[in-house]
Nanobody, 118 residues
């Protein structure tokens, strides 16, 4: 089993910055992908940024503002969010695809709230 521990959410004014962190723990043999999704009220969960195979995929709406980085030794990802906008508000979920024993499965964190408001 894999546990994802998220931190770094909160309330910030438009134009501000936040940094999210997510650490994966458990009996992990390999991590194939890791990153963040978000869900705004009344909307479907959407990809924000995910890294896999040494490349990172960003949602068009966050390109140039958000940066995903990864510490492979610590199974941790960081999402630096700059120039935040009210439309970035939502619950941000850490996501990973990991190999535990013989199984390769997706795992989700519990989510951290990000609110961008003046």
């Amino acid at each position: 089993q894999v546990q994802l521990v998220e931190s770094g959410g909160g309330l910030v004014q438009p134009g501000g910055s936040l940094r999210l962190s997510c650490a994966a723990s458990g009996t992990i043999f390999s991590i194939y992908a890791m990153g963040w999704y978000r869900q705004a009220p009344g909307k479907q969960r959407e990809l924000v940024a995910v890294t896999a195979d040494d490349s990172t995929n960003y949602a068009d709406s966050v390109k140039g503002r958000f940066t995903l980085s990864r510490d492979n030794a610590k199974n941790t990802v960081f999402l630096q969010m700059n120039s935040l906008k009210p439309e970035d508000t939502g619950v941000y979920y850490c996501y990973t695809v990991a190999r535990v024993s013989v199984r390769v499965e997706p795992y989700w964190g519990q989510g951290t709230q990000v609110t961008v408001s003046s």
